[in-house]
Nanobody, 118 residues
């Protein structure tokens, strides 16, 4: 059974930093692209960042480029999102995602709340 468990969210002041973690189990983590999404109140879920199976390729939403860094540790089956220079508009629930294709489908974590406020 696939499990994605996010942690590391919280309340932070504008300009601050947080590091999110997503611990994965139930599938061969090192085979798959991993992604972080977020959903703010009243808005659709949006892609924040993605990382290739070996960590060699990353991509980011324009809104977070230069501030967020996605990384992974395949030995620990964990993907991270380092978030710096946080802004109030980064406030959202952040979700970890893996898409294992048509047969196995997508899996999501339960989400972790990030609130950026003074």
């Amino acid at each position: 059974q696939v499990q994605l468990v996010e942690s590391g969210g919280g309340l932070v002041q504008p300009g601050g930093s947080l590091r999110l973690s997503c611990a994965a189990s139930g599938f061969t983590f090192s085979w798959y692209v991993m992604r972080w999404y977020r959903q703010a109140p009243g808005k659709e879920r949006e892609l924040v960042a993605g990382i290739s199976h070996d960590g060699g390729i990353t991509n980011y939403a324009d809104s977070v480029k230069g501030r967020f860094t996605i990384s992974r540790d395949n030995a620990k089956a964990t993907v991270y999102l380092q978030m710096n220079s946080l802004k109030p508009e980064d406030t959202a629930v952040y979700y970890c995602n893996v898409d294992r294709g048509t047969y196995y489908g997508e899996s999501w974590g339960q989400g972790t709340q990030v609130t950026v406020s003074s």
